[in-house]
């Protein structure tokens, strides 16, 4: 009996496991990549369609990849695009992360459905939410409602946030980071997931490790007995965040474990690094937003912690959504650092000691692993789920690259515009370079979208919209000052007088 969708990608250029233990990838070139249902069932040279309804596609000078997996992303940040390109880590708080205080649920509709679309155009097929935005139940419900409508795979990372109480004459959050309201929804929704057909699965996302013990482990035992796909944090030490080591007060807590997604670990100790190690944890660099804001150099070529390492793009309201970008970024920036360390001792590099398929690992089967998805998605293999990105070879950027070498091309030659084509669960999302439309699901919802089958312009406009409502608000409300709300911040984080400069 045939399945209810089969694609058949023909004539490809595939990039497969190679088998070896640094898990690079190998190009098969005239091959073919047959879909059935959800799942990858052949590949193999010169297939034919297996059933009548089989949709071939001629993919003659492209290439098929595996999709990318972005481990850390604020989705619902849409609106707030364009704010943060001056902006450090002190600047970014009050006007990006707090901002949710300004969103209603349908804003966090319409912000969490753009950001998803946005990484799906990237070609990014799963995304770990660290969705700290978490000022009702409504939030979360319209939040999921949108993941599941865009089709891309995700695991919404359930945030407890420190949330806003008054903007004026001073910037004060709620003394309740943890309300019961929060835990309750948090166990509810765990043991109802998956939605959207298996895509979106819950995980926790968790910051405020300052809490007493009884609290902290009270939440990680609760999550996890409901079945929470993995438990993640931020940890950046430094003059904002402090420098202490929230690794130390993990394994104090007895909560290492395996499930454990470290976004940044930006200067974490050597002790930390082998901490994670043992309790094979997992760690998300996000270059671009370490980097600008001043978070350190990103730690995913470290020796200790490279082989549980992953990228993140973190703020697609401060940079794109792009896992490629931050490959090359994360890449050559890695390659610099250690030129410089050469030219200091006036000696230089006969070889690269970091190279294109190590970044290409991360981004794919590494991103998987630190998903705890490893088995389902990231490499391209018989029986596992169809989550693949199609790149047009032959397109400026990408001719001749690609004949030479098909990864080096995707890292250094390719943009956004040059995916073709984007596959998630068997479904296209992507198709000749556009956006394919969606079907929205709000059922569980007080969302009211004007239609129930939504081109990317439909979104487009409801997101301006949406925007100019909460820069209204936000002007109201901050007054533009900036420098006042960095002030509070620093007095509620105890930031020392002279560490801000």
Request: overall charge negative; proline content about 4%.
């Amino acid at each position: 009996m045939a399945p209810n969708t089969s694609i058949l990608l023909q004539n490809a250029t595939i990039l497969v496991p190679s088998g070896k233990k640094d898990e690079s990838v190998i190009p098969l070139r005239e091959h073919s990549l047959l879909i059935e249902g959800n799942r990858i069932t052949r590949i193999a040279p010169r297939l034919i369609a297996p059933w009548p309804t089989t949709e071939v596609i001629d993919c003659t000078g492209k290439i098929v990849s595996p999709g990318f997996i972005d481990t850390h992303n604020h989705v619902w940040q849409s609106q707030l695009k364009g704010r943060h390109a001056d902006h450090t880590l002190i600047e970014y708080i009050p006007t990006g992360s707090m901002q949710a205080y300004n969103y209603t649920p349908e804003d966090i509709f319409w912000g969490q459905l753009g950001g998803c679309l946005e990484a799906l155009d990237a070609g990014t097929t799963t995304v770990v939410d660290h969705a700290h935005m978490n000022y009702s139940p409504e939030n979360n419900t319209a939040a999921i409602a949108a993941t599941v409508s865009s089709g891309i795979r995700s695991i919404f990372g359930y945030a407890f946030v420190a949330r806003v109480k008054e903007w004026q004459p001073r910037l004060t959050v709620n003394s309740s980071l943890v309300p019961d309201w929060a835990v309750k929804q948090v166990e509810e929704l765990t043991k109802a997931a998956p939605f959207g057909d298996g895509r979106v699965q819950l995980g926790l996302a968790f910051d405020a490790l300052f809490l007493p013990k009884e609290i902290v482990a009270d939440l990680y035992d609760k999550c996890r007995r409901a079945g929470a796909k993995l438990v993640t944090s931020h940890y950046a030490r430094g003059a904002v965040f402090g420098q202490h080591s929230i690794i130390d007060v993990l394994d104090g807590y007895g909560l290492l474990g395996p499930d454990l997604l470290i976004s940044h670990a930006t200067n974490m100790t050597d002790a930390d690094g082998e901490k994670l190690k043992r309790a094979r944890a997992s760690v998300s660099s996000t270059p671009d937003t370490e980097l600008q804001m001043g978070l350190g150099y990103p730690v995913c070529f470290r020796n200790d912690v490279k082989a549980i390492s992953s990228f993140g793009v973190d703020c697609h309201a401060n940079n794109g959504s792009s896992i490629i970008m931050q490959m090359r970024l994360a890449l050559q920036a890695e390659r610099g650092r250690r030129n410089k360390a050469l030219i200091l001792q006036g000696k230089a590099a006969r070889h690269q000691s970091i190279t294109a398929q190590e970044v290409f690992r991360l981004g794919t089967i590494g991103g998987a692993r630190a998903a705890k998805m490893q088995d389902e998605v990231g490499s391209l293999e018989e029986d596992k789920l169809a989550d693949i990105v199609i790149f047009d070879a032959l397109s400026p950027a990408m001719v001749c690259a690609a004949e030479q070498d098909p990864v080096a091309a995707i890292i250094f030659h390719s943009s956004i515009g040059d995916i073709d084509t984007v596959i998630v669960d068997g479904q296209i999302r992507k198709r000749g370079g556009k956006l394919a439309s969606i079907d929205v699901d709000v059922s569980d919802t007080n969302i009211k979208p004007a239609k129930s089958r939504l081109e990317w312009s439909d979104v487009a406009k409801e997101l301006l919209k949406s925007r100019q409502r909460i820069n209204e608000l936000d002007e109201k409300r901050l007054s533009g000052d900036i420098e006042r709300a960095v002030d509070d911040l620093a007095m509620a984080f105890q930031i020392g007088e002279g560490s801000l400069v």
